[in-house]
Nanobody, 115 residues
């Protein structure tokens, strides 16, 4: 199983980026999927997630109203649309797929918000 993130980069404050995560040998609809981030010197935190049980969506308070997580079952991808980006959003963003007894992480993609 391999998760591959893409879409990171350098963006100015107030800008937008769209991250995507593709999977091999794993069907996202069978897993709870999430985006997580880790900034320098900080612990990894959950940013947004979609439950495989009921489809409910979670966002950490700091991104509510700015980020949108979505899952495309036809393409088997998970995306994170990030708008109104702030310097404090700078981090490595990781895709994760989890269910009871197993979880998988991508390698991460760097997002840098700076003028």
């Amino acid at each position: 199983v391999q998760l591959v993130e893409s879409g990171g980069g350098l963006v100015q404050p107030g800008g937008s980026l769209r991250l995507s995560c593709a999977a091999s040998e794993l069907t996202f609809s069978s897993y709870t999927v999430s985006w997580n981030r880790q900034a320098p010197g900080k612990e990894r935190e959950l940013v947004a997630g979609i439950s495989s049980v009921d489809g409910s969506i979670y966002y950490v308070d700091s991104v509510k109203g700015r980020f949108t997580i979505s899952r495309d079952d036809a393409k088997n991808t998970v995306s994170l649309q990030m708008n109104s980006l702030k310097p404090e959003d700078t981090a490595v963003y990781y895709c994760k797929a989890a269910r009871i007894g197993r979880h998988y992480w991508g390698q991460g993609t760097q997002v840098t918000v700076s003028s």
